[in-house]
């Protein structure tokens, strides 16, 4: 609604020598609107860049816009920088290096985090995976260490040919035997597949079929051996 020309207009008129010191009321959904009307929206930033002391109010205020426009604009960063509860929080924001010498995903360089980056269901799989660890939920976070160096395996062996749930776990190991991972990780990705399919979470059990729990210990080695496997696969 907010997009039609029409509605545009009346948000025109709406804010039209509007005391914008009343934003601070209801940020959000207010500066969603006057972002709608570029005139409005210009005549908004005029305002926080005029701020002469700046409030707490005023920064929560600068911040809700921010993240409307993906924290591009310039100018009003570089006001915020200048205040100084504020200076390296927003030094942070600019630099155009964020990330960390060792982000943390099994000791990978940048350039090769880089390379997953684009793989949302791997990366859901991995936020799920480290929520399950921090709860110590192993059994469930074994599924979804599976599932993720699967989703790796299948993005990067780009002849497979097949949907993701027909790759399974001989052409898995397959795959990572043609890309010189060592007999002994192979081995390792091997049992992962088997222990997953005694995993009570996959498999709960029944009379004819025996499952049981992961242990913290099991799981850390499991992990191990996923880490090995892609310090290799995922080329620098």
Same mark, same amino acid.
């Given at each position: 609604?907010?997009?039609?020309? *029409?509605?545009?207009? =009346?948000?025109?008129?709406?804010?039209?020598?509007?005391?914008?010191? =009343? +934003?601070? *009321?209801?940020p959000?959904?207010?500066?969603?609107m006057? $972002?709608?009307?570029?005139?409005?929206?210009?005549?908004?930033?005029?305002?926080l860049? /005029?701020?002469?002391?700046?409030?707490?109010?005023?920064?929560?205020?600068?911040?809700?816009?921010?993240?409307?426009?993906?924290?591009?604009?310039? *100018?009003?960063?570089?006001?915020? =920088?200048?205040?100084?509860?504020?200076?390296?929080?927003? /030094?942070?924001?600019?630099?155009?290096d964020?990330?960390?010498?060792?982000?943390g995903? %099994?000791?990978?360089?940048? !350039?090769q985090?880089?390379?997953l980056?684009? $793989?949302?269901? +791997?990366?859901e799989q991995?936020?799920?995976?480290?929520?399950?660890?921090?709860?110590e939920? #192993?059994?469930?976070?074994? @599924?979804?260490?599976?599932? &993720?160096?699967?989703?790796?395996?299948?993005?990067?062996?780009? @002849?497979v040919?097949?949907?993701?749930?027909? %790759?399974?776990? @001989?052409?898995?190991?397959?795959?990572?035997?043609?890309q010189?991972?060592?007999?002994?990780?192979?081995i390792?990705?091997? =049992?992962?597949?088997?222990?997953?399919?005694? @995993?009570?979470? /996959?498999?709960?059990?029944?009379?004819?079929?025996?499952?049981?729990?992961?242990? &913290?210990? *099991?799981?850390w080695? #499991?992990?191990?051996?996923? /880490?090995e !496997?892609?310090?290799?696969?995922?080329?620098?």
């Amino acid at each position: 609604m907010l997009e039609k020309a *029409e509605n545009k207009k =009346r948000i025109r008129q709406l804010f039209k020598n509007f005391d914008f010191n =009343r +934003v601070k *009321e209801y940020p959000l959904p207010i500066i969603i609107m006057i $972002l709608k009307n570029k005139s409005v929206a210009n005549s908004f930033r005029q305002y926080l860049l /005029s701020r002469k002391s700046i409030t707490s109010k005023d920064v929560d205020l600068m911040l809700t816009y921010l993240c409307q426009i993906d924290f591009s604009d310039t *100018e009003v960063l570089e006001f915020l =920088r200048n205040y100084t509860p504020m200076t390296r929080i927003i /030094s942070k924001v600019t630099n155009p290096d964020l990330a960390h010498l060792q982000p943390g995903y %099994y000791g990978l360089q940048n !350039c090769q985090i880089q390379k997953l980056s684009t $793989l949302p269901d +791997v990366i859901e799989q991995i936020k799920h995976r480290v929520f399950n660890e921090r709860i110590e939920s #192993y059994s469930v976070a074994l @599924n979804h260490l599976l599932n &993720e160096l699967h989703g790796i395996c299948f993005q990067i062996d780009g @002849n497979v040919g097949n949907k993701s749930k027909d %790759y399974d776990a @001989n052409q898995v190991v397959q795959f990572l035997q043609t890309q010189g991972i060592s007999h002994r990780i192979c081995i390792g990705v091997r =049992r992962l597949f088997d222990r997953r399919n005694t @995993n009570q979470v /996959s498999h709960p059990g029944s009379a004819n079929f025996l499952a049981w729990s992961v242990s &913290e210990l *099991e799981y850390w080695q #499991y992990h191990q051996i996923v /880490s090995e !496997c892609l310090d290799i696969l995922v080329k620098a």
